[in-house]
């Protein structure tokens, strides 16, 4: 991967993180449906951060936008999103250990968000959102390879986590 050099470095708005806190706050709360949900959109807002970032790596900062309205999504489980990020980053992300939680995830969020679901066990909504965090730290990880990234549950208010 192409690391970002400090002096083009923006720092990534904690978004992802807040909605992340919402989701584990939701689960704990029972309601799983919308903690699915959210964690799901954590992941595709710093998706966008992370194009916007490594476009800027790689000195090109006017493709950003154009790029991101011809794919007209963030979630690296479509193909199309996930080979700009792959291309972008050098990285070869479905390769990942997480991947195929992350895509049952994606999955069982499109099942909620689409109606095909109304109810959702919580044990699968805790294993989505634990593929959701695998899946920003590896981002993460990618984008600043230097960076000392706090654990996921540290990350978060009250540094509570589901597992």
């Not at 000195?59 to 996930?82: G, W, Y």
């Not at 634990?130 to 390879?145: D, G, V, W």
Request: charged share 25%; proline share 7%; net charge neutral.
């Amino acid at each position: 991967m192409l690391p970002v050099p400090a002096a083009m470095m923006m720092a990534l708005k904690p978004y992802y993180r807040h909605l992340m806190g919402a989701a584990e706050r939701l689960l704990r709360q029972g309601d799983a449906t919308a903690a699915a949900v959210t964690a799901f959109t954590a992941c595709e807002v710093l998706t966008e951060q992370v194009f916007d970032e490594l476009w800027r790596a790689r000195q090109m900062p006017e493709l950003f936008k154009p790029v991101a309205k011809a794919l007209s999504s963030n979630n690296l489980a479509h193909e199309r999103v996930r080979d700009v990020y792959n291309a972008l980053s050098g990285d070869r992300i479905e390769t990942q250990p997480f991947w195929p939680a992350f895509i049952a995830f994606m999955k069982l969020r499109n099942r909620l968000v689409h109606g095909q679901d109304r109810q959702v066990d919580r044990g699968e909504v805790a294993v989505g959102i634990k593929a959701a965090e695998q899946l920003q730290h590896h981002l993460i990880r990618r984008l600043y390879p230097y960076a000392d990234p706090l654990p996921p549950s540290a990350e978060r208010e009250g540094g509570e986590s589901h597992s």
